[in-house]
């Protein structure tokens, strides 16, 4: 088990840094300036010649993508070209948040997948199932926005119970804080249940037809400690590379949900910086971001071999 | 817009000149320092308001050189003062300066600083910190907005300060309108030596910084040293950035926002009708604009670009875009309502008949084909672009929609023959030497006529009111009639705040002045 986790592990280094240098030269040869940018329209040829030269903008791609590599080898991931602003001071506020709803989402989406699956798994076919199955399907159907929207209509205007906008946590005090968080997080957990809730189902359908499962029911056991004991847990291993898959569709959901919310994260730094193309402040995001989906699916193949002791052999 | 791509600050950003000027120095050319700050506001003391704003950027920085978007212009008043202070009918009052005389050839400005006034970090504020800051915003290398407007008219060589509460500006060149420049946003005064502008930018402003993160938002706390008496009221303003337009409008209808920036149109009848929120006219009509190159074939042959703008219906481009709020316009980047519209000018009909006749005549019967720049990224634009099309495609002139991003965008500017653009309003004279003028790197219909230039620098060098009413009159209708540059209508903008706000001034700079306003 140790080997195959070392060899996930160098893969793993491998495709970020793979990640890293394709990042570096797509962000690098689009047909913008961010100089431009930066100064606006009205800017003379000189002052933007002027800002390239002082910003290493003139500089080739590959000169400075190994220089980029060295410095960051170093701990240090470079200056915006626009703010003059330390990468890691602007990414490091918004990481941080951006992880804790990210997870919060996750702390939600993932029981309440099981909790639904498990649930339409032991009526199929009755209304309730197909009820369930249904507005699983129609709220996977949802994009993250409308999702979104939906709900600030919701709780915020209608039923005004949470703040419509996130603000508050980055500038909030006491409770301000937390709730802040709310809205956002159970737009991603709603945006990422439905598609793990059938997948649940599903296995649990199929887990359900095995003769160990007959085996204890003809034995006597509980249905309910037969499902939660030995139908779940198998049920259980594809699901585990499901909610690693999903972690793309989190970041992708993150994006929107941030804007929608304005909720101060990561997500709405990566969009404003593409929208700039503020160059290292994007290639910093994405690379986090490569990171967190490389290490997620590294922790899904660990947690699939912790659990299924025919593949440790 | 504005001259950095970003359209919300654009009044802000190029706001250069004003009628203050005018009225100051046809009354006398010694002005007497005016009493302000010395008014005692009346609202109730305490509390934090939330501002919110849609245009947040990573690029945001308190440099009022460099600030380009509304978080960090509305910022940079809390945090700074100008030497003068200038109000929506462009009325001068000394700030930081207490008083201020131009020569009689309008050539030399001096200005006497304030006894007393305190930076945040408690030094005396002096004639060399003003100083500092002008050549710092003539060096080119620290950004265009600032440059752009000193630098035509003050070398560096021409600041002087005799002593330490007088400044002395002597000019290129006459300028009966320098008073409004150093009313102009990038001329807020920062404390010397200030290198870190996000997080420990000094300045002599109501309110001290807390706390700052780029495209997300700020805080500031009060100045209990600022040096207008018993201002400000309020404790703190967090600036928060909200990037979706509908959550920000939802967000002061609900009361989580207490005050914002300008709100869609979409969105009017959602305030008409609650009882805790309400618009606030921004009391400025801005030029919405098709900014068409006069300089290049076929749009010089005057038979084209006057076919062009005939066949806009303006009325009907008011309602569709901006629901009526606004005014329909002759080819005028100076809005109808202003007292230096002519009031005999009119729009050009809409008559596409006329129109065809016209292209005919200068040998596009069959029409021609182009591009119409736009973006996305500021609104209205697409929509605008899109009705043109419409209009112009009954003459047989086949537009091609170029919808793109905010940087090809802004690469289109004075490089595309045909860009949807729009400006907030300004003072006649700064729209002039901005966009009138031949020698001016903003001309974005790139006219060049040597009789408009001679009437701005007669306009500037007088201070006779009705012959600046008269001059004014001039540029305006000849530019009309010579430029291809159409501007169907000047729109209304509207922002929206809480009932409850009391006290809040608009500022033709930074949209708003916190100074008096309370929360009760």
């Known amino acids: 088990m140790v080997r195959f986790v070392m060899a996930r592990l160098g893969w793993a280094v491998v495709t970020i840094a793979l990640i890293s240098g394709v990042t570096f030269f797509a962000t690098n040869v689009v047909p913008s300036d961010p100089a431009k940018v930066a100064l606006g329209k009205f800017a003379t040829p000189e002052q933007v010649a002027a800002y390239r030269l002082q910003q290493g903008l003139d500089r080739p791609v590959a000169e400075r993508y190994v220089e980029w590599v060295g410095h960051l080898a170093e701990g240090n991931w470079g200056t915006s070209v626009l703010s003059n602003i330390k990468v890691t001071q602007l990414v490091q506020p918004r990481l941080g948040r951006t992880l804790i709803l990210g997870f919060g989402a996750m702390l939600i989406a993932v029981p309440l997948a099981f909790l639904v699956g498990v649930y339409a798994a032991q009526r199929t076919g009755k209304p309730s199932d197909v009820g369930l199955s249904l507005t699983a399907l129609f709220v996977n159907s949802l994009p993250e926005f409308v999702v979104a929207l939906g709900l600030l209509m919701l709780l915020g205007v209608k039923i005004p119970i949470l703040p419509i906008e996130s603000s508050g946590a980055a500038f909030g005090s006491d409770l301000q804080v937390p709730l802040a968080y709310v809205l956002p997080m159970l737009t991603l957990a709603l945006v990422l249940t439905p598609y793990m809730a059938r997948m649940v189902r599903a296995n649990v359908r199929d887990i359900s037809s095995h003769p160990f499962v007959r085996s204890a029911v003809l034995r006597g056991l509980q249905p309910t400690r037969i499902m939660w004991r030995h139908i779940v847990p198998n049920a259980s291993l594809p699901v585990v590379n499901v909610i690693a898959l999903s972690t793309a569709e989190l970041v992708g959901g993150v994006v929107i949900t941030e804007s929608v919310f304005g909720f101060p994260g990561l997500g709405q730094l990566l969009v404003n910086s593409v929208s700039d193309k503020d160059i290292p402040v994007v290639q910093a995001i994405v690379l986090l971001i490569g990171a967190g989906y490389v290490l997620m699916n590294l922790l899904a193949d660990v947690a699939v071999l912790a659990l299924n002791p025919r593949l440790r052999t | ?520």
């Open chain 2, 1 to 520: 817009m504005n001259g950095d791509g970003n359209l919300k600050p654009t009044r802000r950003e190029v706001l250069v000149y004003g009628a203050g000027a005018l009225a100051a120095l046809s009354i006398s050319p010694l002005i007497a320092a005016c009493a302000t700050g010395s008014s005692t506001p009346s609202g109730k003391k305490g509390g934090t308001l939330k501002f919110g704003v849609n245009s947040g950027k990573s690029t945001d920085t308190f440099d009022p050189a460099r600030a380009l978007t509304s978080m960090p212009i509305v910022g940079g008043g809390m945090l700074y003062d100008n030497l003068l202070d200038m109000d929506v009918n462009w009325k001068l009052t000394p700030a930081l300066a207490s008083d201020y005389s131009p020569s009689s050839d309008v050539k030399t400005w001096t200005f006497k600083i304030r006894n007393g006034v305190q930076f945040h970090n408690g030094k005396t504020l002096t004639s060399d910190d003003v100083k500092a800051w002008y050549l710092h915003v003539l060096d080119k290398s620290n950004g265009p907005s600032g440059y752009g407007i000193l630098h035509p008219i003050l070398d560096p060589s021409g600041i002087t300060t005799p002593d330490p509460t007088t400044i002395v500006f002597s000019l290129k060149e006459p300028d009966a309108f320098f008073g409004v420049k150093v009313a102009h946003y990038t001329l807020h005064i920062p404390a010397q030596g200030i290198t870190d502008w996000v997080n420990a930018p000094v300045g002599t402003g109501p309110f001290k910084l807390k706390s700052f993160q780029p495209g997300t938002g700020f805080e500031v706390v009060r100045n209990p040293n600022y040096w207008q008496s018993g201002k400000p009221l309020l404790d703190g303003i967090t600036c928060v950035n909200i990037p979706e337009q509908q959550t920000l409008v939802q967000a002061v209808l609900t009361g989580d926002v207490h005050v914002s920036t300008l709100v869609p149109s979409s969105s009017y009848a959602s305030f008409d009708g609650s009882s805790t929120a309400q618009l606030i006219d921004l009391q400025s009509y801005s030029p919405f604009t098709f900014d068409v190159d006069t300089s290049i074939k076929p749009y010089s042959d005057p038979r084209v670009s006057k076919a062009m703008k005939m066949c806009i219906d303006r009325k009907k481009f008011l309602n569709i875009i901006f629901k009526d709020r606004g005014l329909v316009s002759a080819d005028s980047l100076i809005p109808p309502s202003d007292p230096y519209y002519p009031k005999d000018l009119q729009p050009f009909p809409y008559d596409p008949e006329q129109a065809k006749s016209l292209l005919a005549a200068a040998g596009y019967a069959n029409g021609f084909k182009d591009n119409l720049w736009t973006s996305t990224a500021y609104p209205y634009l697409d929509e605008a672009a899109a009705f043109g099309k419409e209009a112009w495609a009954v003459a047989k002139l086949n537009m091609t929609i170029q919808s793109v991003s905010n940087d090809a965008y802004i690469a289109a500017f004075l490089h595309a023959p045909i860009v949807m653009d729009y400006y907030l309003r300004l003072h006649p004279v700064t729209m002039f030497e901005q966009y009138y003028a031949s020698t001016s790197d903003s001309n974005t219909t790139r006219l060049k006529d040597s009789q408009i230039d001679g009437w701005i620098k007669e306009l500037k060098a007088t201070v006779d009111v009705s012959k600046q009413q008269e001059l004014s009159g001039e540029i305006i209708k000849r530019y009309n009639d010579i430029a291809a540059e159409i501007v169907p209508v000047h729109f209304g903008q509207y922002a929206a705040r809480k009932k409850k706000i009391t006290g809040l001034k608009i500022n033709p700079m930074t949209d708003y002045d916190f100074r008096e306003t309370a929360l009760s």
